[in-house]
């Protein structure tokens, strides 16, 4: 129980300091585009209020649009809070997944067994459904589907976990024929499985033709350093952090 505790503390501390890590990244090269998005959305929005009231005799301002609940300083303040938050709650559930499959990895070594966990975790969690329902700034989006891309995008999360097990599955049943073999089988059943996927689920796209196309790109890929700033640095600070825990034992033992 001790082992577990030790493996828990650890997991939280290791995703408190990378989500702050992925929020500083986020905060850098995400905000600017949310804010250039928020600018376009507002701009049409005037505008089209403006054509509305064009002929409209009324004693009160033109428009009197309704303030956010969250200012976009709070919004920023908040990403930290977010960040942490979601980088804590993952380091421990990371740390659960860790305790669970370390001795199925096979790998003989408890750092590199938590690498191929994060890098299973960030295939399987971030590249699947982003390449299929990769994310879409403010401006972009029709409030009514709301629950359905969110129904979509947890499907489509769930199908990259399997797709990881289908890989490991595939690739350890081709073990018998060699190292090559490993790895195509593993390859094969990952993609396979995406793919299959991806002709099932259904097709969704909100961008209107107007909404600029490196703006757009340039978001998603901010959204997508942000999740591997957060991975990369859960896996290599859980590797090091099982390295440390490994040397006290083995300095304890002697």
Do not use: C
Not at 165 to 178: D, I, N, T
Request: aromatic fraction near 10%.
């Amino acid at each position: 129980m001790r082992t577990f505790g030790s493996l828990l503390v650890r997991g939280l501390i290791v995703g408190l300091f990378a989500g702050l890590l992925a929020g500083t990244f986020a905060y850098v090269m995400g905000e600017p585009r949310v804010d250039a998005a928020i600018a376009i959305e507002e701009a049409g929005a005037a505008h089209s209020h403006d054509h509305n009231n064009d002929h409209a005799d009324s004693a009160e301002p033109a428009a009197q649009e309704d303030e956010p609940l969250v200012s976009r300083d709070g919004q920023r303040a908040g990403l930290f809070l977010a960040t942490s938050l979601y980088g804590v709650a993952l380091g421990g559930m990371f740390a659960v997944a860790f305790t669970l499959l370390r001795r199925k990895l096979r790998t003989g070594n408890d750092a590199y067994a938590a690498l191929g966990l994060a890098a299973a975790g960030f295939i399987g969690i971030v590249l699947v459904p982003f390449f299929k329902y990769p994310p879409n700034p403010p401006a972009v989006g029709d409030p009514d589907t709301i629950t359905r891309r969110t129904v979509t995008y947890l499907l489509t999360l769930v199908i990259g976990l399997l797709a990881v097990w289908a890989g490991v599955a595939l690739s350890r049943w081709a073990a018998r024929y060699g190292d090559v073999a490993r790895l195509a089988g593993g390859v094969a059943g990952l993609v396979a499985t995406v793919v299959a996927a991806y002709l099932i689920l259904p097709r969704i796209n909100e961008v209107p033709e107007t909404f600029p196309a490196t703006l757009l790109w340039q978001f998603r890929f901010a959204s997508l350093g942000t999740q591997a700033t957060l991975w990369l640095l859960l896996g290599f600070g859980y590797a090091a952090a099982v390295d440390r825990r490994l040397v006290r034992t083995k300095v304890a033992a002697a």
